[in-house]
Nanobody, 128 residues
Framework: QVQLVESGGGLVQAGGSLRLSCAASGRTGSSYAMGWFRQAPGQEREFVAAISWSGYSIYYADSVKGRFTISRENAKKMLYLQMNSLKPEDTAVYYC?????????????????????WGQGTQVTVSS
């Protein structure tokens, strides 16, 4: 099982930036895809971004495309989400997720069911 710990959340004004980090540990296996999801109060958890082990495949939700950038450092077992031009509607708990790639270095899923390991989440609040 992979343990994931997010950090970097906080309170920011609209138009500002934040950088989320996720540290992976435990039995990560030889390769794994990673992603970010978020859940706003009273809403379902939704996909934000995902990246394959190789970094070749990257996907974003339409709502964050052009504003958010997902990246990873495999040697450090770290995942990042750079969030720019933040909007009040970006307010949510952000979760890091991971899934074994089983040798498919360019593959990543984009739904919750594609990921088996989850962090505890970090709160991001964007004030207007």
């Amino acid at each position: 099982q992979v343990q994931l710990v997010e950090s970097g959340g906080g309170l920011v004004q609209a138009g500002g930036s934040l950088r989320l980090s996720c540290a992976a540990s435990g039995r990560t296996g030889s390769s794994y895809a990673m992603g970010w999801f978020r859940q706003a109060p009273g809403q379902e958890r939704e996909f934000v971004a995902a990246i394959s082990w190789s970094g070749y495949s990257i996907y974003y939700a339409d709502s964050v495309k052009g504003r958010f950038t997902i990246s990873r450092e495999n040697a450090k077992k770290m995942l990042y989400l750079q969030m720019n031009s933040l909007k009040p509607e970006d307010t949510a708990v952000y979760y890091c997720a991971a899934a074994p790639s089983d040798g498919r270095f360019h593959y990543t899923g984009r739904s919750e069911t594609d990921f088996g390991s989850w962090g505890q989440g970090t709160q991001v609040t964007v004030s207007s």
